[in-house]
């Protein structure tokens, strides 16, 4: 399949996971991504982030290069740095779109480039919490939690990438690149769905709600694990039925006032159905009554599930302790080049100032 991204050149400035994680898609996609690191100081990647967001990006070290120039010779510079720091090694972006106007720039920072918090310092729990995940993390009676994986920090590069891919379409389409402003806490709080904007129209506070935010909308125990049922209203009828329960199929329940005020009744008997099947069996209900189910799987289930091999889901990183399995690509339909090795650091300066620059170093 062709690559989408083929011929596109990406400098990533070395930050954190944002960054790494916008450039790590768009490398995926077919962009030729040249990551330089030694210029700035900064919060240090652990080795399994190295493995998967550095993996198949040419490796730069900033001291043997005209930043400058290799900038000028991209298509697209992705960077997480505090607001400031482009000005500061000399990229502003305004005179960087001067000299090429093609170019986009995308900066991903906690608060964005403008405002009262601009210079505000925030890891991962601290966009988490500013977005507004929080207040639905965690059971009604307890305090909020954060959950695992730097979720904020991911979110802000996957909106980095798709803004940073439409930018460069428009500017293939009339040549005009753009500077673009991603901030993590405007990310995170567009992931609440409808309690944000409820909440800023008038709407009451929503409470945290643990696993359950309706009976028939929620995690249960079952037998050998944990299985989600997530029922829109035409769906319950069909819930009903795969739980083969006349109470249900032929009673009050069916009216969505009479569930809301009888959650505990409902839940009981969701409870006691789950514990009486398996997490295949639940899946294979979710297939024959076409209705929306799933169930909290391990990552070693994962690494094992036939549809995820099926859809050619993996890529296997070479690294110096061995090879590792790392997700690929987010979707399919699209080609997708599998990124297969961890460069060393600064491995490729000499071969990028000759290819991108005709040999220009700093």
Same mark, same amino acid.
Not at 87 to 90: A, C, E, H, N, Y
């Given at each position: 399949m062709d690559l989408p991204l083929e011929g596109v050149r990406v400098v990533e400035l070395a930050g954190g996971i944002a960054a790494g994680f916008?450039?790590?898609e768009l490398a995926g996609y077919g962009?030729?991504?040249v990551r330089v690191e030694g210029y700035a100081e900064g919060p240090p990647l652990s080795a399994n982030e190295e493995t998967y967001l550095i993996a198949g990006k040419r490796r730069v070290d900033a001291g043997g290069v005209d930043l400058r120039a290799?900038?000028?010779a991209a298509d697209i510079l992705v960077e997480d740095g505090p607001p400031g720091q482009l +000005?500061?090694?000399?990229l502003n972006p305004a005179e960087l779109r001067a000299a090429k106007p093609s170019l986009?720039?995308?900066s991903i920072s906690p608060f964005g480039q403008t405002g009262p918090y601009r210079d505000y310092k925030a890891p991962n729990i601290v966009s988490f919490a500013m977005g507004g995940f929080m207040t639905l993390t965690g059971n009604y009676d307890g305090e909020p939690l954060v959950t695992g994986g730097s979720q904020a920090q991911y979110f802000g590069g996957l909106h980095a990438f798709a803004a940073t891919a439409t930018a460069y379409l428009g500017a293939i389409r009339h040549g005009?690149? +753009?500077w673009i402003d991603i901030s993590l806490q405007e990310c995170a709080a567009g992931t609440v769905e409808l309690y944000g904007p409820a909440t800023a129209s008038g709407g009451p506070v929503m409470p945290r709600m643990g696993n359950q935010t309706r009976s028939e909308w929620g995690i249960y125990p079952c037998a050998d694990?944990?299985?989600g049922v997530f029922t829109l209203q035409r769906q319950v009828p069909n819930l009903f039925k795969a739980m083969d329960d006349p109470e249900l199929t032929d009673g009050p329940y069916l009216d969505p006032t009479y569930r809301l005020e009888h959650p505990e009744e409902l839940?009981?008997?969701l409870y006691v159905f789950m514990a009486q099947h398996t997490m295949a069996e639940i899946m294979d209900m979710g297939r024959t009554f076409k209705i929306p189910v799933g169930v909290a799987v391990s990552p070693a289930d994962l690494l094992a599930a036939a549809s995820l091999a099926e859809r050619d889901f993996w890529d296997d990183i070479e690294t110096p302790e061995g090879t590792a399995r790392v997700p690929g690509r987010p979707f399919g339909g699209l080609g997708w080049r599998h990124l297969d090795r961890l460069h060393e650091p600064g491995e490729d300066t000499t071969a990028v100032i000759k290819e991108w620059m005709g040999g220009m170093a700093s």
């Open positions: 916008a450039a790590r962009a030729e991504v290799l900038v000028l +000005d500061r090694l000399g986009v720039v995308t005009e690149g +753009d694990g944990y299985a839940a009981a008997k």
